[in-house]
Structure formats: C-alpha cells, structure tokens
C-alpha cells in the first residue's frame, strides 16, 4: 500500500491549511519534512500526539506548523496518518505538498483518504458517500440529513432490511439441502408478513428519495415566461434572500457553475441567470423551441405570467410544455388587479399561486407552495434516507426481487424458486452497503470525491 499526500483545505488562501499524508510511511514522509521543536520526532510518539515544529526542505525552512500523529487503525483512514497544519498560503501549501511527494508519499486520488477509510473498514459505503453530501450540503437540514446518514441511519435501515432476506435464505437453503435433519418447517405466512414489512421499509425509502434530493442536492429550475411578465424581477426576490453561494467546485460532480438560491429548506439549482433571461428573449425572438429544451432538462418548472392580462397564446404555449412535470405557475402583479385566477392555470401545472414579485412578502408564498409541492416541509432529516442514484438503483433492483419472491410464494411454486429472488433481492442491498461490491462501482464511487478528502 502506498502512503498517498494532499491538501486537505480548500483550494485558497486561509488562516490554516492542512496536508494530510497516510500510508504506511506516513510518519516517516513527515518526519523528513518536520523538525519538532525539542528533539522527539514523530515517529517516536504514540497516536493522537501534537507536535509544533517546523516544515523544512534539508536546510532551508518552509513554515511554522503543527503537526497531528494518529496511529493505524486510529486515525480517519485506519492507516498512520499525519496532519500538517500550516499557514494556508497556496504557494506555500503546493511547496509543502511537493515536499512531501519528493519524500516518498504519492499524490492522492480524488477521495483517496475515504477509499482508504471503507477498505479498511472505518466506515461503509453509504456513509463514504455521506462525506461529501455533507461537505456540499447548503443548509442545516441538508446537513443533518447527510450527518445522519454519516452515522450510518441508512446503513442500519439496510442491514435491517437485507437481514429478513438473508434469514429466510439461510433456513430455506438448510431446509432444501438437509431434508432428513429436524428443521423447523418454514411458516409462509409468516415469511410473507416479513418479507412484505421488508418492502414497505424499502419502498418508503424509495418514495422519500426526490425529497431529500431536493434538500441535499438542490432542484434543477427554470423560470420561462415571456417578456416583461417579470422574471428578473422574480430572481431578484429569489436571490434577494439568502443570496448563496455561486458553486464552482472543481473537480467534484458539478463543474458547471450555478446560481442557487434556498428557499426555505430547498435550494433551487437556477441554470445560469443569463441562460433563464435568454430563454426569454428566445421564446421572443426564435420561437419557443429553445425553452421547451430548456424546460425538458428542468425538475421543476416555475412558469410565470402577468396576472393582470389575459392569458395569450404565447403564455398557453408555454403553460401546455409544464403538464406532467413538477410546475408551478406564478401569477404576477397581483397589484395591478387579476384578470387570470388559479382555476385558469391548474390544468397545465402542479400549483398555482398568485403574487407581486416586487413584494417581498411574497417570498413566503412561493415557499410554502415549493414545500408544498416538493413535500419538504414535513421531511424528517433524522429518518434514514438515499442520497444518490446509485442508491437508488440498488433499492429499485432489490424491490423488483422482493415482489418476485412474494409473488412466488402466493403462486406456491418451491422454495428454490422463492431463494433465488431471495437471493437475487439480497445482492443489491449488500451493494448498496458495500458489503459485496465490484470494485468498479467503488472506483466510480469515489471518483466524484474531492482530492484530499
Ligand atoms: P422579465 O422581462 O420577465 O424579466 O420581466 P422584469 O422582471 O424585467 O419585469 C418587467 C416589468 O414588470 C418591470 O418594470 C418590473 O418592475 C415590473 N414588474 C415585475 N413584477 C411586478 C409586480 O409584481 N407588480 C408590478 N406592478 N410590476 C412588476
């Protein structure tokens, strides 16, 4: 095993910045580029020792810094871990990152020190993936919905779950290989009752899946309307608030760079600012073929008109592309009188709510109807939930199983027939925990990481 270097602080200038080095030569890569103050050196400490000192390169001396001794398996990683803290200067931080390569470490991979982490089984594959919902989360809620699964909610519900299944598998395969040994007969009944208990936890995760989502992750949005129906207007009251946060992560799942805003408990990904007034001007000038693509790549649709005119054909056009999806129609300037009522709009969208963008009371409005509509505002962060597709997919696959096994047992076909779905509705779950997983999936897993976490 290598012993892999990263700055572990974001990519910026800050009062501290950390190299972490882990591996098996950590505390030797350290104490090559580290001079304690005194004469000890770190490789003569126990874990969980804290040394001042200086970083050095042969006889020149970089920094001041702290440096933090953990020993294997009790540190972040399992493996010996050193932490150097240092002043957070990025030249400074390169050099002492470079420092260290030339020392024998090796750069990390993006979530290398995780990776490391579920290898050496200091955590599972759903809490890893935690780390970095809750590294990008943008508001308590999200925060405490990842912290949670961190702690390892999801992995709990999973195992509790995969525990029916593997059970039933256990006494089913006893009972086909070992006919003559006194083996309780297997109650269906009572099987049955388990394994549909087991799918309603499972199916109830499913369903809160958009929620959270909408919490961790934010919502895809887009706001179309035609000219002058207000739309900067409603930005402005979006943004005005808890104005957030341009992310521009670099190199972690999103690279685009994005306005969002949180609305309550939600955060609202609103593609560019320039893109949604664009698509403005284009339904003017080019048709509406630019914002129906742009509508077809959105979660939800916030459709506005000028509430005090009557609908044209132009503001049908564009409430006929929200039917089906997630929409909300906004009908503005109410305080110039309203010529368009709710029941006017509700056949071409999800809710309706009437309102004056220019007034700021009418922030709440449009939060309760997101809420509403997204069902947030009665989401528990502490219950245990998915927080990516891949998650998703793995509960998705072992549901279709559950069923196939519950339907063999209505039809009354043999046990072998009911353990393979068993079987084949167990195997998810331990994938999604990453009990028994391929190591492709783990690679893909953490190549959304951060480098140095
Ligand atoms: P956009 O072209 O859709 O982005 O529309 P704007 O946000 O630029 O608004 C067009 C005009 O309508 C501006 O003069 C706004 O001040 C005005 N406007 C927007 N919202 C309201 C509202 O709720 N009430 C009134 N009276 N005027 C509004």
Redesign the pocket.
Known sequence: MSTIAAISTPNAAGGIGIVKISGPDAIAVADSVFACVGTKKLSELPGYSVRFGHVHDGEETLDQAVAIVYRAPKSYTGEDVVELQCHGGLFLMQQILRLCLKNGAVPAEPGEFTKRAFLNGKMDLTEAESVMTLISAHGRQAADAAFNVLQGSLSQEIKDIANVFIAAAAHMSAWVDYPDDEIEDLNFDKLKTDFQDARNKLSSLIDRFDMGQAITEGVETVIV?K????????MNLLLGRERSIVTEIAGTTRDVVEETARIGNVVLRLSDTAGI?ES?DVVESIGIEYAKTKLSHSTLILA?IDGSKSLDDEDLAILKECKGKPSICII?????GNVVKRSDVLDFVSTAVTI????KASYDVLREALEELLGTAEFDSSEAMLINERQLSCCQKSLVCIDEAIEAIDSGLTMDAVNVSVDAAIAPLLELTGERVSDAVVNEVFSKFCVGK
């Open positions: 309307g000219p002058n129906v207000g739309k900067s207007t409603l007034r403005s506005i503005n300037k109410s305080d110039l004056s963008a220019k007034d």
